[in-house]
Every structure is written in C-alpha cells, then in structure tokens.
C-alpha cells in the first residue's frame, strides 16, 4: 500500500526494473507466500481508459501485476517517428499509480519474451486484438502449467484514437 499524498517522481523506483535478477528474486517471494503473478505488456503510451479497464482485468486475474514496459527505443522501432509521446519514466509512474499495478519492468526488445520465459507467470493477459496463436510467451506460460487471458478491448479507446484526434483538432 502507498502512503497517501503526492509522491515525488522518482526514476529509477524500487517497483520500477530493468534488472530481471531482481524481478526473479521478487517472484520467488511472491510464489513462497502463495501469490499468483499476472503478466501483461505493451507501450502504454498516453495511459487512456482502454489501459486501465485492461489492467484492472488483469490484476483480478491474480494477486501481483508485473506489466512489461517498452523502453523508448522500443516503442520507436514498434510504432515509428514521433512515438513515444510519453518517456518510459512517465510511463511507468503512471503505470505504478494504478492501485491494479504491482510492478513495472522495462524491456529493451522488442517483445517481452524473455521475460516471460524467466518469470513464467501463472496468468499471462492480452488484448482480445492478439489472435491466441501470436501471443508472445504463450507457449512458455502454458507449458509450465499456466493460463492465458485474452481482454476484450473498450471500443474506439487506443494512443492511435487519441493522436489522431488531437491532430485533427
């Protein structure tokens, strides 16, 4: 539980990682105390309602939210010039001030794999707009003895929607 009141921006955070040795060590605690750990991604770029009704989704799918986190170079590579809008620091404070968010871990790839692979969350959750076979980490996930979610999306709620809104003005 956070303390109330404003916290100062602060990056990197302790709930913040890049470092995946420290993820581990976190997951092996949450799986001693009996935690089920849910895993989602993506660029979360400008957070609009469409994310967090998909976070809260799948928080209640489990009992600890790990969210993979594009870095900047990432998102650029994924969805051209100009994108970020938001740096990854802000990303993932307002990521970390969803109370559905338990952790952030920024990933420099282009797929969070790797990190699924390590973490092998009991849940993986994605949106309804993956087809179940181009799931990233699916394989892994279900192979050690865990489920995937897909989410249906809230229409007409994605960064795309919003940019274009703003730039017709």
């Known amino acids: 539980?956070?303390?109330?009141?404003?916290?100062?921006?602060?990056?990197?955070?302790?709930?913040?990682?890049?470092?995946?040795?420290?993820?581990?060590?976190?997951?092996?605690r949450w799986k001693a105390a009996g935690r089920r750990v849910v895993f989602t991604n993506g660029c979360f770029d400008l957070l609009h309602p469409g994310h967090v009704a998909l976070l809260e989704r799948a928080r209640a799918e489990g009992d600890e939210l790990v969210?993979?986190?594009?870095?900047?170079?990432?998102?650029?590579?994924?969805?051209?010039?100009?994108?970020?809008?938001?740096?990854?620091?802000?990303?993932?404070?307002?990521?970390?001030?969803?109370?559905?968010?338990?952790?952030?871990?920024?990933y420099e790839e282009?797929?969070?794999?790797?990190?699924i692979a390590a973490l092998l969350p009991d849940v993986l959750v994605k949106g309804a707009d993956w087809a179940a076979d181009r799931i990233v980490g699916r394989d892994e996930v279900e192979a050690s003895g865990g489920r995937v979610v897909r989410v249906e999306l809230v229409p007409?709620?994605?960064?795309?929607?919003?940019?274009?809104?703003?730039?017709?003005g």
């Open 1 to 28: 539980m956070r303390p109330p009141g404003p916290a100062p921006i602060r990056y990197p955070r302790e709930d913040v990682t890049g470092d995946l040795q420290d993820l581990l060590a976190e997951r092996a």
């Open 67 to 106: 969210v993979g986190l594009n870095s900047d170079a990432s998102v650029a590579r994924l969805k051209g010039a100009g994108r970020p809008v938001v740096p990854q620091a802000e990303r993932a404070e307002a990521l970390l001030a969803l109370e559905a968010v338990t952790r952030v871990v920024v």
């Open 110 to 115: 282009d797929t969070p794999r790797e990190i």
């Open 156 to 168: 007409g709620r994605s960064t795309t929607a919003v940019l274009d809104r703003i730039r017709k």
